[in-house]
């Protein structure tokens, strides 16, 4: 299983990105999806997560309401859309998938992923 992690940039505070996650499985669906990020100096974060069919997500405190994970199933992607950008958001943001059935209080976990993106540079200018 291969994940692409892309759609990073510099942008102001206030802006948005969407990040994309390009995987190779063969059905999505069958997979818990994840997005955490990592600053500098800092330990990874857990930013968001779909569990396996979509059915329920989970959200980060500092990213509740400003984030929004989505899949698209057919296409085999995972987007994260980012708004309200803030420059504590700056990080490198990866993506990550489980083909195991996680229950909700896992998906922040990081060391529940088999799977892993190589990561997209985000950076939030004040």
């Known amino acids: 299983v291969q994940l692409q992690a892309s759609g990073g940039g510099l942008v102001q505070a206030g802006g948005s990105l969407r990040l994309s996650c390009a995987t190779s499985v063969r059905t999505l669906s069958d997979y818990a999806v994840a997005w955490f990020r990592q600053a500098p100096g800092k330990e990874r974060e857990f930013v968001a997560a779909s569990r396996r069919r979509g059915t329920s997500t989970l959200y980060g405190d500092s990213v509740k309401g400003r984030f929004t994970i989505s899949r698209d199933n057919a296409k085999k992607m995972v987007y994260l859309q980012m708004n309200s950008l803030k420059p504590e958001d700056t990080a490198i943001y990866y993506c990550?998938?489980?083909?195991?059935?996680?229950?909700?209080?896992?998906?922040?976990?990081?060391?529940?992923?088999?799977?892993w993106g190589q990561g997209t540079q985000v950076t939030v200018s004040s």
């Open positions: 990550a998938a489980n083909a195991d059935t996680l229950i909700l209080s896992s998906l922040p976990n990081g060391d529940r992923y088999g799977y």
